[in-house]
């Protein structure tokens, strides 16, 4: 049975800013309908309360404030076929929203969560740091989307560890493709055991002083086990980017591929470091990157066409987000 925690209805507060958070996330993104769905498992908060729990069979959600901090513990016991959607949000101008995430994945079981990071009304002075860790138990599988929305900027630290178990996989994305980034700094550190394999993808647009920071790190311990870390980057104005990824090959026959993709415009500046660091002679990792301004070809073919030079710059940054 479904079951629905009428957190909101207990505190008149708290329905007010539910309300304003389904309005406001529904005027930006139309894929809004598991605010409602009863069949969909949710969580929803702002600043430092939750707003609204949705449980549906197979998912266990534990929730409690310590400190000022947001402690959400999440188990998944059963098959989820309708993805989880999380929605960390803040209303004000100016708060500080501190998270620690425990992500469960029961062996065998499988399910995707949406984390939606929303921030409607940040001027710069958001913070949302966010600590997890995710067990992904044996044969068992998650796929975790992380969308964001800043209005004029955050301050965002992400800090993951990831436990794949044998036979187990783990996908990952992260988007910041609309909204101004502010400061972002993602860390990610995995462990991978026997046969498992992770993906991950990250794609942000940044403008005007955006400054963006990424660490991952993936440990292929276990034999034949793999990983691919993908970034992609479009760069504008006098933003910046670090870019620092590393594979580590130890276990038998282990494979790795680290790829960055980084268009600059501007006064931009970007820096990537691929690691390819093999420990045991049967593993195998390889990398590629490439940073720099659009082809003048490509962008003189779209303009030959009669199209005009803004929208020939998107359609090039839409082909990047979407390859």
Known sequence: MNKMEKINTKNTRLVKEYEELV???????????????????????????????????????????????????????DNITKPIHFCFGVLSKKYEQILDVIIRVRGGKSAKIIAHCFFPRSEGQ???????????ENNASLEYIEEHYHHIGADVKLNLNIDIWDKAQYITEFRLSSGHVGSIDIGLNASLKDYSKMDTLIVISGDKNDRIVTNERASLIGKFSKALIVTKMILKDRSSSYVYNEIIGKGDYSEGHIECKEILFNNAKAKAIPIANVLNKNARITHEAAIGSVNKDVIENLLSKGIEKKKAEQIIIKGLINS
């Open 23 to 77: 309005r406001l996330f529904e005027k930006t993104n139309k894929q809004s309908n598991f605010f409602k769905d009863l069949n969909i498992g949710n969580v929803t908060i702002n600043e430092n309360r939750i707003v609204n729990i949705n449980k549906v069979k197979g998912l266990k959600l534990t929730s409690r404030v310590v400190n000022n901090k947001i402690k959400l513990m999440v188990e998944i016991y």
């Open 126 to 136: 958001v913070k949302h740091y966010m600590t997890g860790r995710f067990i992904i």
